[in-house]
Structure formats: C-alpha cells, structure tokens
C-alpha cells in the first residue's frame, strides 16, 4: 500500500482484527465488507494482516476487477455489484460488519448512489449490531451530514491529503 488513505483505512480495520485476535477462543474473526475494489491492494492488505478475517469485496466494474488481478495479484471473489444494491441487500438479509469500507469513485468523484440517504442508512444498519464502523473515502464534506444523521459519530479524518468519514452508530 503506498497511499496514506489506505494506511488510514487499514489502521481503523485492523484495530478489530487486533481485538478480535486478543482473545480468539471467545470472539469469531471479524466480518470486513469493501466497496471499491481498485488495484485490490487495500483487500489484500487486510487479509494478510489479519489471520482469518471474513472479507467480502464489492465493486461496479468488471474491468477493475479483471486489472486488479492481472495486473495486482489480487485473486479473492468479488461481487460485481452497484454499491448501493450491495449494501441494501445486505442490511435486508441482516448481515452485519465490524467493518465496512467505502471508497467507491468515478472521474466525477463519489457517485450520488454511494453518498445519499439510502446508502448511507443502510450503511449504518450492517453496523448496528456489531459496534462496528464505517470508513468512506470522500471529496468534500458534503456528505458528512448525511452521516451524522444516521450515526451517533461521524467525523473526517485527514488521511495524508484525501479525506474519509469515520462513522459508528
């Protein structure tokens, strides 16, 4: 991983993993859900750092996914899926994550169907029954209210110069 976003995203999964792995005998692996899958690195990341970790992988384009493992060494499943349909099946299902990681962009920025009231409550429920968090990669703040409606904390990191939106309910 070269960019200080993704050290800020791993750092808030892999302290779940820490915990997790503190006491192993009593507490399951943690579950990581990842939306955007870019070059892969960040997924590979987790899983190598984090013995065990239940991670799924979501992203909107075939052709990500195909330059990530021809190009990435990235060989783990993922869900070709609109961000939005992905996390609403989820939460319907009852899925929950101690976890979720949000970078999902197009040459525009954060599409409207990763940064409106439905993604971002739906976002909200896959974490409300484990204390997990959300961690999503935006540009601006615009979206940072959309949070604060649906989470009890939601905050903007600074992650080198690229910010992201820490969230728990």
């Not at 976890?99 to 197009?106: L, S």
């Not at 968090?133 to 905050?155: D, M, N």
């Amino acid at each position: 991983m070269q960019w200080p976003l993704q050290h800020a995203l791993a750092a808030h999964v892999l302290q779940h993993c820490t915990s997790s792995n503190a006491s192993s005998a009593t507490r399951p692996a943690p579950h990581v859900l990842n939306i955007g899958l870019g070059a892969g690195g960040l997924a590979m990341h987790v899983v190598k750092r984090c013995p065990g970790v239940h991670l799924e992988n979501v992203d909107v384009d075939q052709n990500v996914v195909g330059l990530a493992r021809d190009f990435f060494g990235f060989d783990a499943h993922v869900e070709v899926s609109d961000a939005l349909r992905a996390v609403e099946s989820r939460a319907a299902e009852g899925k929950g994550y101690d976890a979720v990681i949000v970078d999902c962009f197009t040459d525009k920025g954060v599409p409207p169907s990763c940064k409106n009231q439905r993604f971002v409550k739906a976002l909200a429920a896959l974490v409300r029954n484990t204390g997990g968090v959300v961690l999503q990669h935006v540009w601006g703040r615009e979206v940072l209210a959309v949070f604060k409606s649906h989470f009890s904390s939601a905050y903007i990191e600074e992650a080198g110069l690229e910010p992201i939106i820490v969230a728990t309910v």
